[in-house]
């Protein structure tokens, strides 16, 4: 069983390894930058002309995503001058799919970042589809409108997953969560000060 089994909506479960590098290293091996960076149906948040950018791969199942998601838009708001792009990555288990389904289903009534703090704030691991959607309806999101959106966009949301789940392949990425800042690739969970010293290093153009 492996990653696009999940993503196709086979039933497994269980985590991919978590890799972590001391120092961050070179990320692009993939010729498809403009499309990790500039996907038009990828959600974005932060200052849309700063000049560093984040690129973050996670999973809403993922505990190490979400002990960073707190950290990262701490920075963010700290820093001023960080655009992030989100990248849905649901490789956990199917429930996973459900959970970016209707994250970027959330989307079209612009409450994307709604839906992903609501799911990011989940504890444990192995959500379930019910509890997901609970908290997606308690942030208040439209879940008649949600549901009329999933039902019209299915095609194009399945598509940005797939070139999601493409770019990390190509890239080699093994789990989440994944940060690309700037040039580097962080396959760790990062806390705030983290995050600062790793827009501190793309800033500065060289590894520290």
């Known amino acids: 069983m492996n990653r696009r089994d999940i993503l196709l909506g086979a039933a497994a479960l269980g985590a991919w390894p978590l890799y972590n590098y001391l120092k961050p290293v070179p990320a692009w091996s993939s010729p498809d930058v403009k499309g990790i960076l500039h996907d038009p149906d990828a959600p974005e948040s932060g200052n849309a002309k700063g000049d560093v950018t984040i690129v973050s ?23 001023g001058r960080v655009r992030l792009i ?5 490789i956990l288990t199917p429930a996973s799919v459900y959970g970016a389904q209707i994250a970027l289903g959330s989307k079209y009534q612009g ?4 839906a992903y ?20 309806a308690a942030a208040g999101v439209d879940m008649t409108r949600l549901q009329a959106d999933l039902d019209k966009n ?16 190509s890239m ?22 983290g995050f600062r010293k790793a827009i501190a290093t793309a800033r500065a153009g060289k590894p520290s």
């Open 57 to 79: 791969f996670f999973d809403y199942n993922c505990p190490f995503c979400k002990t960073s998601a707190s950290h990262l838009d701490k920075a963010m708001r700290q820093d």
């Open 86 to 90: 989100y990248k849905d990555w649901p």
């Open 111 to 114: 409450r994307y970042t709604t």
């Open 117 to 136: 703090q609501a799911l990011m704030g989940i504890p444990g691991r192995r959500i379930a589809n019910e509890a997901m959607r609970d908290a997606v």
């Open 154 to 169: 299915s095609p194009a949301i399945s598509a940005l997953l797939q070139r999601t789940m493409n770019q990390a392949d």
């Open 172 to 193: 080699g990425l093994r789990g989440t969560p994944v940060y690309l800042i700037g040039p580097y690739a962080y396959a760790s969970a990062l806390d705030e000060g």
